[in-house]
């Protein structure tokens, strides 16, 4: 069976918001640090980079900052971000270049998963249609419009897929119209489910929690995925690895480290 090669975790920023925004009805006043998160994959036939992080130049800009990230608080302050966390800068330390990667796999469209294309000129980026659809309405305000300029070109999806050997699209709705998880079959450990914002937390899958922001307040659409990831997990003995957790990010291989 061809299984994906390695994946790099790539700590992207970071992000302070009230857990409620994970946690469906529940951490209201209480506030928790959040990695940002990407991931580079490899295979025998290329490179896959699953999500893509923030747009640098409107958190390094002051006027940008203000324009973009203010309107959000006090329940999400502005993400932290350096110059060393955008995607190019992590390739570079690998050796890698943008002609490197194959697919940029975009889990879904909020600013903190998409911004950072803007750094990938000419990288192959895949979405899925109902998630294009549903951020052009303007009625997610996790969904910055700039963002989408160059969507015409990214190429859609409409159902699950097989990436690349051993990487499988999974359509995982609920937080987002579109959302998309990968699940990846590596040649040592056991699988791994990167469940994207569909479960932000460990918590949202030991308690089957919905994430707090629920596309048209669709709680059991997003409660059906967990419980669908969860399911796929059991099938494959496979690992979930929850987006937004700090905690659980630490117990992950921290870059140039690798997953294999």
Not at 110 to 138: K, Q, W
Not at 236 to 253: I, Q, R, T, V
Request: hydrophobic fraction near 40%.
């Amino acid at each position: 069976m061809s299984r994906a090669l390695k994946v790099w975790p790539l700590l992207t920023g970071t992000l302070r918001y009230e857990k409620t925004i994970s946690t469906r009805n529940y951490g209201h006043g209480q506030f928790i640090q959040a990695p940002i998160l990407a991931y580079l994959i490899e295979t025998p036939n290329g490179r896959i980079l699953y999500d893509a992080g923030c747009d640098y130049r409107k958190l390094a800009d002051p006027v940008l900052r203000v324009k973009y990230f203010d309107p959000m608080r006090p329940q999400i302050e502005p993400p932290n971000m350096q110059e060393a966390q955008r995607i190019p800068r992590y390739l570079a330390r690998l050796g890698l270049t943008l002609l490197d990667i194959d697919v940029v796999f975009v889990g879904h469209l909020h600013f903190d998963h998409v911004g950072g294309i803007c750094d990938l000129p000419g990288c192959e980026v895949h979405i899925h249609a109902d998630e294009l659809a549903a951020a052009r309405t303007g009625l997610d305000g996790g969904v910055f419009a700039d963002e989408l300029v160059n969507a015409d070109q990214w190429h859609l999806q409409t159902s699950e897929y097989t990436i690349a050997p051993g990487v499988q699209a999974i359509t995982s709705p609920g937080h987002t119209a579109g959302h998309m998880s990968l699940l990846i079959e590596l040649p040592k450990g056991r699988p791994v489910i990167l469940c994207g914002d569909a479960a932000d937390l460990t918590e949202n899958l030991s308690e089957e929690i919905a994430p707090g922001c629920c596309w048209q307040d669709n709680e059991e659409l997003a409660l059906a995925s967990i419980r669908k990831l969860k399911a796929l997990a059991r099938a494959e003995d496979a690992e979930l690895w929850p987006n937004h957790d700090m905690d659980f990010f630490y117990g992950l291989p921290q870059f140039p480290a690798w997953r294999d």
